[in-house]
């Protein structure tokens, strides 16, 4: 039963090198990793309630039609439930958390046929568990987004999730939210504190670490163009364009082999215990 699980992990991997390319967005709980994905999308999706509130990894991609898949845990009946988007906070408040593995969010987005995003819990978040799931996005990303709050950048619980990040070797950008709320010098410490603590970790940022402000962004993406100007949101989107989706191959090939090699080290640990 083991070996058929590598087995089907294997054909899984096949089948994904199909997909668009996946950003995690991680962070921990109020760096606004909400706006920023409704920033990053160009739709305040927020009041449909399809943003987590639960300690539960939710998928965003691209569909015809707006639907949302609630997947539970192993053992679980039914094995998941399909809900129309609109319904989906009322459906997970009727559900025991606990069984709950991760929801899919299908919507037809332009921006959601060339990437696929995976929003996280944030992690130093009262539940343990958010912080699982924040790590284990790793896994399943072919880059990492990590925000980080510019009136309190890169504090220690930040750099120990970061260990996470260089273990599981997915590449991360580093993105310093709510940059509006500084003074320029001060957004400029705050930078050179940021470029610090990478060297310290000893992870490199896949590009040079960026300022924004997601809620100035979104802004601009519903309409308010001085709002744009000023959201620093010109540099996320060249980064998006010419460093991650116009390398999404490599990206993907990376996370693929990434995820293969776990799969051989699975298959020899259990020859090693079968030949014991």
Do not use: C, Y
């Not at 980080?148 to 750099?159: F, G, I, Y």
């Not at 993105?175 to 957004?187: E, F, G, I, S």
């Amino acid at each position: 039963a083991r070996h058929l699980e590598s087995v089907a992990a294997i054909a899984d991997l096949s089948a994904e090198r199909a997909r668009p390319v996946r950003l995690a967005i991680v962070g921990e709980f109020n760096a606004g990793k909400s706006t920023f994905i409704n920033a990053l999308i160009g739709a305040d999706i927020a009041p449909t309630g399809v943003l987590p509130t639960t300690a539960t990894l939710h998928h965003l991609r691209w569909a015809p039609d707006p639907i949302a898949r609630i997947q539970f845990i192993a053992g679980h009946e039914p094995a998941e439930r399909i809900v129309p988007l609109g319904d989906l906070r009322a459906t997970l408040e009727s559900l025991d958390a606990a069984t709950l593995r991760r929801v899919e969010l299908h919507m037809p987005l332009p921006f959601l046929v060339r990437v696929e995003i995976l929003d996280t819990p944030g992690f130093n978040a009262p539940d343990s568990h958010h912080a699982a799931v924040a790590r284990g996005a790793f896994e399943e990303a072919d880059v990492a987004l990590w925000l980080l709050d510019a009136t309190q950048a890169m504090k220690a619980s930040e750099r120990a999730v970061l260990d996470e990040a260089k273990r599981a070797r997915v590449p991360v950008q580093m993105l310093v939210n709510k940059a509006d709320r500084l003074t320029p010098a001060d957004l400029t410490r705050v930078m050179a504190s940021v470029d610090l603590a990478l060297i310290e970790t000893g992870i490199p940022s896949w590009s040079t670490p960026l300022a924004l402000s997601a809620k100035k962004a979104l802004a601009g993406k519903l309409g308010d163009a001085e709002a744009l100007e000023a959201s620093g949101w010109a540099a996320v989107q060249t980064l998006l364009d010419e460093r991650i989706v116009a390398r999404s191959g490599e990206l993907k090939e990376r996370a693929l082999r990434r995820r293969a090699s776990r799969v051989v080290s699975r298959l020899a640990s259990q020859a090693s215990a079968a030949a014991d």
